[in-house]
């Protein structure tokens, strides 16, 4: 749902409810992740995707049932699959499932919701828990955590002081890790009770891609990392090369050494480990101090330009000051993928594919004639609602 917060949100402004349906659980080659979202209004408009196409008009058809039927309208929960006896069935011919939560949201009687979509908006890190498997009266409810409310607080309520306090832990802890996906608490509180099951939707400040090296390849990285949805920043000690003129798509132009600009970072705790560092100086006086830094840090991704020789003899010299084998293992150098790359928009998408592959354990080889998964799982995989696991 909050992938489409911003078209969301201005329908709750309008005060127009709208049925939305939910990606809560996948199996197999899923083409979507749990918090993909379908929402139709009353008019019949819809925006988002729960299936790349495969599954679309049933999902449809299932959320203006769901709002024709009115503001006590019953919460769905839908399971498709792929069906062998007929190609032309409603199913995803991917060969995977989904389970679908769809409910009815009325802005004035989920207030909650309403907050959590200003969060997505504006940025502000949040997280919505709905209970989307459990007895039917409590299918729906939901509970906020967020920034605003503070530290062990949160709004709205699934019907019982000690289930809330154990669902706005287990949310408070997807929220710190930026996950989305589904957590199954006990009905009484803590695990006690029967299984009541939460789709946890986490909305966090983009990930961060801190590009060092105001050179043309990095015009274009900033160009691919915004497309990614990476905050991107430029950093270089040169005030004549790092300008917001000559780096009009950046979040951010930064003059001041690299490393020191990444310390500064790493104290106020704005980097964590969805943040990407590419180096594109490939200049000792500024790589070997600025990676002897960045792979001391938890960071997603670090990567270096240079070639094979210019790798060699930096290894050389970040071991020289401590750097331990294996943290060196996590340095990406030469970065990016074999393209064969010529242009510096070439050079960006094979860093960006690489940047991918990393964060989505992905091999970065042709899918042709490969036996891989096209969809990966998640590093956390979810799991069929309904399973023994549950």
Excluded: N
Excluded at 48 to 56: L, P
Excluded at 63 to 88: K, M
Excluded at 180 to 204: C, H, K, N, Q
Excluded at 223 to 245: E, M, N, S
């Amino acid at each position: 749902m909050l992938d489409i917060a911003d078209e969301l949100y201005r329908w709750c402004g309008l005060g127009r409810p709208f049925a939305v349906a939910t990606v809560v659980a996948t199996g197999g080659s899923a083409p979507r992740q749990p918090g993909a979202a379908l929402a139709v209004d009353g008019g019949g408009d819809a925006i988002g995707s729960v299936s790349g196409g495969c599954v679309e008009g049933a999902v449809y058809e299932l959320c203006r049932e769901v709002l024709a039927a009115g503001p006590d309208a019953a919460a769905v929960l839908q399971h498709f699959g792929y069906s062998d006896e007929d190609a032309f069935a409603v199913g995803l011919t991917c060969g995977g499932a989904i389970d679908i939560f769809v409910q009815r949201i009325d802005p004035a009687v989920r207030p909650e919701v309403v907050a959590a979509l200003a969060a997505a908006v504006s940025g502000e890190a949040a997280a919505v828990a709905r209970v989307v498997e459990g007895p039917a009266e409590l299918l729906g409810r939901a509970l906020l955590v967020s920034e605003a409310e503070g530290a062990g607080a949160y709004a709205g309520s699934l019907g019982d002081d000690e289930r809330d306090r154990t669902a706005a832990a287990e949310t408070r802890a997807m929220l710190a890790a930026g996950r989305t996906g589904t957590v199954v608490i006990g009905a009484d509180g803590s695990r006690y009770g029967a299984p009541l099951t939460l789709l946890v939707e986490a909305s966090v400040p983009p990930p961060r891609m801190l590009v060092f090296g105001a050179i043309d390849f990095a015009a274009a990285l900033v160009r691919a990392g915004k497309f990614l949805g990476y905050h991107v920043t430029i950093c270089d000690a040169r005030p004549v090369f790092a300008t917001a003129r000559r780096f009009p798509e950046a979040d951010e132009v930064v003059v001041d050494w690299p490393h020191r600009y990444l310390e500064a970072e790493a104290r106020q705790r704005r980097l964590d480990g969805r943040t990407a560092v590419c180096v594109l100086t490939h200049d000792a006086k500024f790589d070997i101090p600025l990676l002897e830094r960045a792979l001391r840090l938890p960071l997603a991704y670090i990567g270096a330009m240079g070639s094979r020789r210019t790798h060699l003899a930096r290894l050389d010299r970040l071991r020289d000051t401590g750097v331990t084998e294996l943290d060196l293992a996590r340095l990406h150098s030469p970065i990016g993928l074999d393209l064969g790359a010529r242009t510096p928009e070439e050079t960006a998408l094979s860093i960006a594919a690489e940047i991918v592959a990393h964060s989505r354990g992905g091999s970065g080889a042709p899918l042709t004639g490969a036996r891989t998964p096209i969809h990966h799982e998640p590093k956390t995989p979810s799991r069929r609602l309904g399973s023994p696991a549950a």
